[in-house]
């Protein structure tokens, strides 16, 4: 019998699918609920005539490793030190720009050998190694409570899976930032009531094909391939003159959307989306009163690229 606790651990490699050996005293990241395991096998029929009813079982071909999670984004609490979430921001194919004693920026980029990390994820007693991860990340954002970032990892299979003692957790010191005095502005309006905000990266996780691999069958990594970003919030409907959706719409009007809460330095986290097409425009309702739902897509730059969003730490 087994009480159910878990505990991530996420570190840098430096060599992709090299065990970094990530460390209980600075590599932890605070987990919600309970993140899900799944070993990702593909099986190979075998339909051999046979002389006889039945047939032989399926060749098993290992896939992939993939944990799935929400955790929370918190800041490191100095400004201009990375966050430990810094480094999932990373296997998501964000460049990381440090400004010393400033800030800590993330950027999307578009290369296809990126960073990735290695995981250690206890489900009990029992320890998972996962190696050669790269991420999706999807940034969730309700008023007046934690950020949160729900997480997709694919990495390699045939990582070790053994009986461990369950570590003594070692958290960050650092608070999650709550989402209020968001100073949220869409489309250069500030006035707007915005509840709730959602980003996917829209990450496109694939597989690297390579019959030279030696850990899992046929594929030698897992790599970003493209990316389709995508956001949604909800604000209370507006008067026209202040917003009117239905012309941003179509017209295709690119629009730009940011939150920068307030706070003390080093617990700041800031957001911004850049040209956004809206979707079609809806109504709904909350708490009786009407809102837009509303969302769209970052237009990518022809002359820039990589510059649909980017998060900054201060």
């Keep these: 019998m087994d009480l159910k606790r878990y505990a991530v651990l996420v570190k840098q490699e430096v060599t992709y699918g090299t065990d970094p050996t990530p460390a209980i005293s600075a590599d932890e990241i605070i987990f919600h609920g309970e993140p899900s395991f799944d070993c990702v ?54 460049t990381e720009t440090i400004s010393a004693g400033v800030s800590v920026g993330y950027t999307p980029h578009s290369t296809f050998l990126g960073d990735s990390v290695a995981i250690y994820f206890w ?102 391939s493209d990316r389709a970003p995508k956001v949604s919030f909800d604000i209370e409907k507006e008067d026209l003159s202040t917003l009117n959706p239905w012309t941003l719409h179509t017209a295709q009007t690119l629009c730009d959307l940011e939150t920068k809460p307030t706070g003390s330095a080093g617990s700041k986290i800031e957001l911004l989306i850049n040209d956004i097409t809206l979707d079609a425009p809806k109504y709904g309702q909350d708490s009786n009163k009407l809102t837009w739902p509303l969302s769209g897509a970052p237009k990518v730059s022809l002359t820039t690229g990589n510059a649909a969003f980017s998060i900054t730490f201060k």
Excluded at 162 to 176: K, Q, R
């Design 123 to 224: 489900a009990g007693g029992t320890k998972h190694i996962l190696l050669g991860c790269v991420a999706n990340v999807k940034w969730a954002k309700i008023a007046g409570e934690p950020i949160m970032l729900d997480v997709e990892f694919t990495g390699l299979y045939g990582g070790t899976i053994a009986d461990a003692a369950f570590p003594t957790l070692v958290l960050e010191s650092a608070s999650p930032m709550i989402w209020t005095a968001a100073n949220f502005k869409f489309n250069a309006v500030t006035t707007l009531i915005c509840s709730k905000l959602d980003f996917d990266f829209g990450n496109v996780i694939t597989a690297r094909k390579d019959a030279n691999a030696t850990v899992t069958p046929g594929i030698s990594r897992y790599y970003i």
């Design 41 to 94: 096998t593909k099986p190979f029929e075998r339909p051999v005539a046979l002389g006889y009813f039945g047939k032989l079982p399926a060749l098993i071909i290992g896939e992939a490793y993939k944990l799935n999670g929400k955790c929370e984004l918190t800041p490191s609490g100095v400004a201009g030190t990375p966050p430990r979430i810094g480094r999932i921001l990373r296997a998501a194919n964000c």
